[in-house]
């Protein structure tokens, strides 16, 4: 039987391109699997060393896979890419991700345990559905001004909005349903929002890591939770590392032995924003509410941002 040193997984809902190399990285598998072949197929196979890319369903594969006593690796997509040669299809996918999987330095991403999918799961609901409130706000403030009513934007703003469109005698009636029906949908989804929050704060208090991560200035227990399901500690020996890897940090142009980092002013630069944007986005919120704040004259985080200037009077 031919001994594997590595596997690799190109998935899909139905089927499954196989590639594997022997010893001396030559190939020695190319096969499709339908899915109720693939856990099978590698029952019969000793431990070995299985790549994937991290996509949709990846968490899952790579848990049924590790339960068999095979060690797996998730790349990240982007670092899979750079690998594919000429035209990207299953067959050259799978040999990309076997091929990536192989080289010294590259980085993994931790497979998630099943309560850590779940969290995850309600913490992107939550997004979903505030998404999903601010198009409905955004259609209702839209259609109002056709009608010649404004309002300033944000939701807090829909129920006055939402009344005087109702007042108004020169709106038709079938369109002043269509509004009523808009605003049914609004509440149905700010109620979906407050039993998730109720999920996500009942979480956090039974998660230890998400706890003592709100004591930090500008953290909530959304983005505690976030980190504390998105994140493994282990994975980086510092802060620093932790921030590069969320891509915080400035974009890099050095050249010619002179370090560049990227300035917004002179070269377009800001922070490279190829890391996780969701957790990027939450931190960024988070420490943006914390300047405002330091800003402000006696506000308990005064003097927490060095350098911040306070706002001026109007």
């Not at 990285?25 to 109720?36: F, G, Q």
């Not at 050259?92 to 330095?105: H, K, L, M, S």
């Not at 799961?121 to 009608?147: C, D, P, W, Y």
């Amino acid at each position: 039987m031919v001994q594997y040193e590595r596997i690799a997984i190109d998935t899909s809902k139905a089927v499954f391109t196989v590639h594997a190399v022997d010893q001396q990285e030559r190939p020695v598998l190319r096969t499709n699997l339908r899915r109720a072949q693939l856990i099978p197929f590698f029952k019969r196979l000793p431990a070995t060393a299985i790549a994937i890319e991290a996509c949709s369903s990846a968490h899952h594969w790579a848990h049924e896979l590790t339960a068999l006593g095979h060690q797996v690796r998730l790349i990240p997509p982007q670092y899979v890419k750079p690998y594919v040669k000429r035209g990207k299809n299953d067959r050259n996918g799978a040999v990309a991700i076997c091929e990536a999987a192989g080289r010294p330095g590259m980085h993994f991403v931790p497979v998630k345990s099943v309560s850590q999918r779940a969290q995850g799961m309600v913490l992107k609901v939550r997004e979903t559905s505030i998404g999903q409130r601010v198009a409905l706000v955004n259609t209702v403030r839209g259609h109002a001004a056709e009608f010649g009513i404004i309002a300033g934007t944000g939701s807090g703003n829909i129920v006055p909005l939402l009344s005087a469109i109702e007042q108004e005698a020169s709106i038709p009636l079938e369109a002043k349903e269509m509004f009523v029906l808009l605003g049914q949908q609004i509440d149905e989804i700010d109620a979906r929002i407050k039993d998730v929050d109720a999920k996500l704060n009942a979480a956090h208090k039974a998660n230890e890591i998400s706890q003592p991560l709100v004591t930090i200035p500008g953290v909530g227990p959304i983005i505690a939770l976030t980190l504390a399901v998105e994140i493994d500690p282990a994975m980086f020996q510092s802060g620093r590392h932790l921030a590069a890897w969320a891509d915080l940090t400035p974009k890099e142009r050095s050249t010619g032995g002179k370090q560049r980092m990227g300035d917004r002013a002179r070269e377009g630069g800001g922070i490279s924003r190829a890391g996780n944007k969701r957790l990027r986005v939450l931190l960024v919120s988070g420490a943006t509410s914390v300047i405002n704040a330091a800003v402000r004259p006696g506000s308990r985080h005064d003097g927490l941002v060095e350098g911040a200037a306070a706002p001026q009077a109007a």
